[in-house]
């Protein structure tokens, strides 16, 4: 909890300072939209490592963290970057090498977990999973469960329903909370306090960022208070939620950030080609992510050219006719 | 006869099992353009939704993701995952949401698996994980599934179950406690299949055109009934013209 | 469930249509504000009787339906009207004359109950309420709840953690879900579908509205779908929960409509007054009431003068230095 | 010495027990009084917020409900109940949230009745009930509770438990299963008291100018230890300033 009026902060120093090696991690977005990628990217920079993560859909964030050897553990619903990668390339080798560790939830079943972390309740049911190996099979041991105090002693309980009858629901699945030690989240807009308005669909982002110790939010704006406060149904997360709020334009990129720009196809499609090869894949490591010194640097490599084809339509929010082959 | 691909036939195939008043769930892909087509062809006051918690978009270009910022322009509202699972889950909206998905294998019960090939532990091959799929199996009315028509894909058993279908039988989603509803069709470049009534084993519905049950049943790793199939129609002019002009006139989907 | 594209249809029709003697009800809205007056105000002339009533802090809705005599059980949180009736007076004296059968929770228990209703689950837990009566004394006793198959068996239920030590919370109370016949509320704007945008704070209506197996909105303004779908981050309810739009300026009069109009005082402290007493009470309820063949005719005895006093500033939503003495 | 009123005292004395970050519950009338002074006087980082869901409503004008559409604002989140109590059984933000509560009878474990006098099922006198009470008092971190000094009101068992105190002593929130935090203060028209920290027995800590310890007890339907209490310091010119001239200048409060 961080009460000061004026949160902003350069995001080296917040992910110096939230972000740590064996620290449980949550980020935003859903597969090509909204991830966190400034803040990926800086998190493979410091080099931390060992991070137990969860995501719901999250694609390109996730790959990226998984490719660069930043983690250790994974719970997960989906690991895909929608067209340009059905599955995650560097997860999929992770996985089938037993690189990391991973557990396998569905969506709404991540999306619970993050809601009861936020809600200050120990567990959500829902009828998801019956009879699924979603439930037989847990990624995680019983006994690594017993031995780690941040890891509840079960992946998931079915108890049947304590009201009998009623809801007509006989069994229900209970899904433990994510109570992680921080979540990044990308948004359109925050003011210097940490109130944060996103526009378009909000995926689980507010029950992400509300389940965390630590909230980190960038954003493409920073906008004033006044201008938050004039629309406040539109605003999701207030400030006492927030810890760090860094302003970082593009900060999705090379995902898409709804009204102020597109996924770019040429880089999300060079990346998967780069992620099947691990000699490529270190080269792209070293020229993009470590070669670079900030996210600006990444920016100024793809150049105006390509960030101008990406650039959101004011009618759309997308970049209508873009070329996304 | 007209000219038309296969994976245009087999988008067709599923717009028309799509009534009138059914919420549409959909991802992407062909999925998405058979909830499209049908808003044009069958069910006009159909509604497409998607995980991500857009309600009723508008699709003015072709989506490459459900969290595309193209599922965000113009909708009735936009939601949040919570919003959009629950809205599957109710007992009042839910029995009314036809799911369209797909799957790596497929049993006769219409279990799907879209987590691992071999051991979950030590897989041979990784997929992206269930997404929405599981919930969406486990909630909603009925369920639509697209494959493709392989021996390797439609298994005895699935290596895992990622989403339920029938589960292991007529009783199965009852005692496991899952709602109401299940598989209903499934639609393959060669074919389009049921589950009966009954039994609930997938059985041959209808052949694509130039297609015989033999070269369905010689590319399957399980027999079904084969006696209650009949020939797919062909798009019709009507059906292919919304496909190509109104739903992927890009032909990014569509190839 | 209704498919149609023109779901509108008058207040008359579609309070005949979904609400019944004996239905289970839900009405939305806050103490003094949006409340469905004009479609409570119907149900009363309709003489619809013996309703299962289900509230959060809903005020001056509940007690004018208890006043009237429509009301035979209540689940309530709070039955007040903020400074014009700490405790609803009518409410007040069905309680202490055992007029009505009342069942008490929290206003966070009701929220969950909608919720869980609209989630399509039989509970939600939480941990309000562990040690207190709520818990202890039901209003609806256990052979009333076993008779009857629209009740659950139980008012709640407590269990142990089934996580263990997860989320440092021993104890949880279960909630049970509320699927109630009909729920009505009262927003800013809808379009001929059903679409809804509620303007300021949507309370639990959002909830409640997808708890119900029929939805009726009555709304202040009938917009275009277009309009709606300009703003979509801003609109609450699909088409798809909605069976009956009812287009109805006022409809939450004299209980305020955030950027329409205010509560009116002279109203609520009048009722107040007559609600005290049984005959100023039954005069109130043939004049403003029986007395009148619709909202409009209400709205015709108040008056230009006192409607105008109320309308909303559009700077802040509210009628600016209104008598509220 | 400056004139001024019990309520105002009142007031000024919860402003004073709320401390900069506070998240700061609040109802109506002169706990929302308390919330806006201490922005003022003590805590000018506080966060007031309503159970409605509005978060850090500007408050141009006094709402009288907690629905009022005062409350909606100008603020920086206009979010919904399901949020507001979300927000107080959070194990991160709960903690920091401070709640002003009102209630009909209290004990001296600060357990507090708001739904009924007599037998709840044929109450003598019926209230309002919860609302988001027992809501509050159940999460946050420390609560504060005005009272009309009464003997009928400060009873050795309460009618009803419709908010939970400290229950029945040192172990009650823990055997009961609530989160830690409870009651902290009281606060009446004669007194202010606290809870002891080791036995959670309520003792005051403060009487006002021109009261004494007597008079206090005299008006309690219980004993309770007045031997660690001192004077409240009378309002300042500023805090007196702030009250009347930026939180309730219509006077629709105060009086």
């Known amino acids: ?90 997860f999929k080798k992770a996985a089938q090498s037993g690189a990391i560790a991973i557990e396998d939830y569905s969506n709404y079943q991540m999306t619970l977990r993050f809601m009861a972390g936020a809600m200050g309740v120990p567990f959500l049911p829902t009828r998801s999973s019956l009879g699924t190996d979603i439930i037989e099979k847990w990624g995680f041991s019983r006994q690594m469960r017993s031995e780690d105090p941040r890891l509840p002693d079960q992946k998931l309980r079915v108890m049947d ?35 944060v308005r996103m526009e378009g669909l909000s995926f689980s982002d507010v029950e992400q960022a509300k389940c965390a110790r630590h ?11 006044d201008f938050l406060k004039a629309g406040p149904d539109q605003n999701q997360i207030p400030s006492f939620c927030v810890d760090a709020v860094v302003h970082i334009p593009y900060g999705a990129y090379p995902t898409a950030c709804y009204r102020y720009y597109d996924y770019d196809p040429a880089y999300l499609n060079a990346y998967r080609k780069n992620a099947e090869d691990d000699a490529l894949y270190n080269a792209y490591l070293e020229e993009f992510v470590y070669g670079v010194p900030d996210h600006q640097g990444l920016l100024n490599k793809i150049g105006n050219g390509r960030l101008n084809a990406i650039k959101a339509d004011p009618r759309t929010g997308y970049a209508v006719g873009l070329d996304r082959r | ?68 910022s193209r599922v965000m322009f113009w909708t009735s509202v936009n939601g949040n995952l919570a919003d959009a699972f629950a809205t599957m889950q109710s007992r009042i909206t839910g029995p009314h949401v036809v799911g369209i998905m797909g799957a790596a294998q497929i049993d006769k019960f219409g ?48 290596d895992y179950i990622t989403s339920p279908g029938w589960l292991d039988g007529p009783d199965g989603r009852k005692k496991a406690g899952l709602p109401d509803g299940g598989p209903e069709s499934v639609i393959t470049n060669m074919a389009t299949m049921g589950f009966d009534d009954i039994t609930r084993e997938m059985y041959l519905t209808g052949f694509f055109p130039g ?45």
């Not at chain 1, 979540?183 to 210097?192: F, S």
């Not at chain 2, 062809?41 to 857009?54: D, L, Q, R």
Request: charged share 20%; glycine share 8%; proline share 5%.
């Open chain 2, 1 to 68: 006869m007209l000219d038309y691909m296969l994976k245009e036939l087999m988008t067709l195939a599923a717009a028309r099992k799509i009534k009138d008043g059914d919420i549409v769930f959909c991802g992407t892909g062909i999925s998405m353009l058979a909830a499209m087509a049908a808003k044009h062809i069958c069910a006009p006051n159909s509604v497409i939704f998607f995980e991500t918690g857009a309600i009723d978009s508008l699709l003015e270009e072709v989506p490459l993701a459900v969290a595309d």
């Open chain 2, 211 to 255: 297609i015989t049950p033999q070269q369905i049943l010689d590319n399957m790793g399980f027999d079904i009934d084969v006696s209650r199939a009949t020939e797919v129609a062909p798009p019709t002019n009507f059906e292919l013209k919304i496909l190509r002009e109104k739903c992927d006139p890009q032909r990014l989907i569509l190839g």
């Open chain 1, 161 to 195: 329903n304590p009201f009998g009858s009623w809801g007509d629901a006989p069994k229900l699945v209970l899904v433990p909370a994510i109570n992680c030690d921080v979540t990044i989240i990308h948004v359109q807009k925050a003011d210097l306090e940490g109130t």
């Open chain 1, 215 to 225: 909230l980190i939010v960038t954003c493409e704006e920073l906008v004033s208070s």
């Open chain 1, 1 to 90: 909890m961080n009460i000061s009026q004026d949160k902003t902060i350069s995001l080296p120093e917040a992910v110096t300072k939230f972000v740590f090696s064996g620290c449980h991690l949550s980020i935003g977005g859903f597969t090509a939209s909204r991830n966190p990628m400034a803040a990926v990217y800086e998190i493979i920079r410091q080099k931390i490592s060992n991070i137990h993560l969860y995501a719901h859909s999250n694609g390109q964030g996730v790959d990226e963290l998984i490719g660069a050897g930043c983690v250790s553990r994974l719970e997960i619903a989906y690991a895909g970057t929608g067209r340009f990668a059905p599955t995650c390339v560097r």
């Open chain 2, 111 to 158: 279990n799907l698996n879209s987590t691992a090939i071999g051991d979950y532990f030590k897989p041979k091959v990784r997929f992206s994980g269930s997404g929405g799929a599981c919930d969406v199996a486990s909630f909603v009315g009925r369920t639509i599934t697209f494959m493709q028509h392989e021996k390797r894909k439609f298994v005895p058993k699935v």
